[in-house]
């Protein structure tokens, strides 16, 4: 789950990791109330999902109130695009008012998991802001990485490697070592995935601040944190996926026109392996489960079926812990309640499959029963490419 900048920087500032002040308004008046109370200048910032806002005209410098109102006012209501929103974009509909702070360096600095060697992963640089994108692909050489032993944990000794890495000084390496510190105890204790600030920066006065922040949340261990599952935004959700998590599928979209309904992750990730192979991209993962029963299934096809780009459904069961003639009735009884209205193959495999591959066949229905799973995809995606809505 991921959070917006001000719900992550409140986060970030339980742990003791240094962060300029601001709060989030909604309209442009509460906006203007803000300002004056922080004084001075401000930042006004769009609250959506994703980076780049800056350069998609999503944060604004404001010399007082009057000027933060107008600044919210432009950005409230907008639709925002970034390489990150995609080209749809996103509606905005808060907005982040922090104090300006002045900016002698931007650096970039992270906490994530490295599944492939079992631990935390710190990654830091030199060169922050809006080109570390650029800075990652034209110059790798200058992110410095750094493993945390899952059994030892942080030590200062890290903060100051990589503090001296990053050319700070003795003293602000200090206060980096206590900021990375607290990074590491808000991403061990919270269940993060991520923790990003791009930017760190160091002031004037050589003071080292978050002055952004990103955290990305195990949705596996948001029950352990009511609180932080309470800041979750259905708003910068794809609304198909809320409502596959609502009817309790696994589901995420993807850019295909292939529409996928598995049961089993496995199954699910070898299926649409196979539709790529075969010249066609999967439109989804979907993990109707083990039970696989009219009521999910039903449920699937509507929302595969609401996304415009799926030209062809295929249905890949392995019947174990439920049989596949009872797969079958409720793919036959889903289909006469859901206008399906793309091609549909279905492939069911495990108990009792010779009994469902008959039911399907004398139903009546208008779908294709395929028996191997490179048979299904070759058919599934033959029909995608000479079939449009």
Not at 106 to 118: C, G, Q
Not at 229 to 256: F, K, Q, T, W
Not at 281 to 307: C, H, Y
Request: aromatic residues 4%.
């Amino acid at each position: 789950m991921n959070v917006h900048e001000y719900q992550a920087k409140e986060v970030l500032a339980r742990f003791g990791v240094p962060v300029p002040p601001g709060e989030v308004a909604e309209t442009p008046e509460q906006a203007r109330e803000i300002a004056e109370k922080l004084g001075g200048k401000v930042v006004v910032k769009a609250q959506v999902h994703a980076g780049g806002r800056g350069k998609a005209g999503g944060v604004k410098l404001a010399d007082g109130p009057a000027e933060a109102e107008e600044k919210a006012r432009q950005i409230l209501g907008m639709t925002l695009v970034s390489p990150q929103t995609g080209p749809q974009g996103k509606l905005v509909r808060k907005v982040y008012v922090t104090k300006a702070v002045d900016i002698e360096h931007e650096y970039y600095l992270s906490v994530l998991v490295d599944r492939a060697n079992a631990c935390l992963t710190i990654m830091a640089s030199a060169e922050g802001g809006v080109e570390i994108e650029k800075v990652a692909a034209e110059s790798p050489e200058k992110i410095v990485r750094l493993a945390v032993s899952p059994v030892a944990g942080f030590s200062p000794y890290l903060g100051r490697r990589i503090g001296f890495s990053l050319g700070l000084s003795p003293d602000q390496v200090k206060q980096f070592t206590k900021l990375l510190s607290g990074i590491v105890r808000c991403f061990l204790e919270t269940d993060a995935s991520l923790v990003e600030i791009n930017p760190m920066i160091r002031t004037p006065e050589g003071e080292v601040v978050a002055l952004d922040a990103k955290i990305s949340f195990d949705d596996n261990a948001l029950f352990r944190h009511p609180d932080i599952a309470e800041m979750r935004d259905i708003h910068e959700e794809d609304p198909l996926e809320v409502e596959a998590g609502e009817a309790g599928l696994n589901y995420i979209r993807l850019d295909g026109t292939v529409g996928c309904m598995v049961n089993g992750a496995g199954l699910a990730m070898a299926t649409m392996d196979i539709i790529d192979q075969h010249g066609a991209r999967p439109a989804n993962f979907l993990d109707v489960g083990g039970g696989a029963s009219k009521e999910s299934v039903t449920a699937a096809f509507r929302i595969l079926l609401r996304d415009p780009d799926v030209k062809a459904i295929l249905v890949n069961i392995f019947g174990g812990i439920v049989r596949c003639d009872r797969v079958a009735e409720g793919i036959i009884a889903a289909a006469k309640d859901v206008e399906i209205g793309v091609p549909l193959v279905v492939r069911l495999q495990g108990t009792n499959h010779e009994e469902a591959r008959k039911m399907l066949e004398e139903s009546g229905l208008p779908l294709i029963v395929a028996e191997e799973l490179d048979e299904a995809a070759r058919k599934v995606v033959e029909a995608a490419k000479g079939g449009a809505r």
